[in-house]
């Protein structure tokens, strides 16, 4: 296992598509996070999936961002009608367990999205 | 509301300059403060977590401490490939999962 896998990593598309992303976890882990992040500023948590079940969701994430996480596998993160504030790194990123003493996320290298 | 705020924003020093970064946080109660290192075009990279006032870690070239009101990332020594953007972010006991991120502070370590 190499680490979290994230496809594509780069994106570009024209406003009002609609845009899916595609993260493989560390096969172990059991919980899996999704952020945003833009240039120059620190990741935004969007959402959350211990196994498959979406545990918490970020008020940024609007209608249009939607994430799933069949089988408790892989996870998706859709976003529909695309904006330009949208262009931002999507990362990825999953855990065994809750953070802890020496321990923490593993990301992904992460999807860049650029709406044109 | 959570909040970080890391200082300063860029650094440069000379190889074998030491420096401190800082973590200023307002949460409502602190259940761990992580820092990551960040490369450009990767994803943040896991460093430390701390969870109460007195702590210590370290790694390397890398010593991390923590208040109640801010952490410091003690760089000794540092190196050209310790060059990257350096982030604090937390986590509170509201039950939420979330960690909170800083904007980071850009270090560059010239030779």
């Known amino acids: 296992d190499t680490g979290v896998s994230q496809d594509p990593r780069h994106k570009i598309t024209k406003r009002g598509q609609n845009v899916t992303f595609r993260c493989d976890p560390i096969s172990e882990h059991n919980r899996l996070y999704w952020y945003r992040q833009t240039l120059g500023q620190g990741p935004e948590f969007l959402t959350y999936f211990q196994n498959e079940a979406q545990l918490e969701k970020s008020r940024l994430l609007s209608d249009r961002f939607s994430a799933e996480r069949p089988k408790g596998s892989f996870s998706t993160l859709e976003i529909q009608r695309t904006e330009q504030g949208d262009s931002a790194m999507y990362l990825c990123?999953?855990?065994?367990?809750?953070?802890?003493?020496?321990?923490?996320?593993?990301f992904g290298s992460g999807t860049r999205l650029t709406v044109v | 509301e959570d909040q970080v705020t890391q200082s300063p924003e860029a650094l440069r020093l000379q190889e074998g300059e030491s420096s401190s970064l800082n973590c200023s946080y307002t949460?409502?109660?602190?259940?761990?403060l992580f820092w990551y290192r960040q490369d450009p075009g990767k994803g943040p990279e896991f460093l430390f977590t701390l969870y109460s006032a007195g702590e210590e870690k370290e790694k390397e070239r890398l010593k991390a401490t923590l208040t109640k009101k801010e952490s410091f990332l003690h760089i000794t020594a540092p190196k050209p490939e310790d060059s990257a953007t350096y982030l604090c972010a937390v986590q509170d006991f509201s039950g939420t999962y979330k960690y909170i991120f800083g904007t980071g502070t850009r270090l560059k370590v010239l030779a």
């Open positions: 949460v409502s109660g602190l259940r761990g």
């Open positions: 990123a999953s855990s065994l367990r809750d953070p802890g003493s020496n321990y923490g996320y593993t």
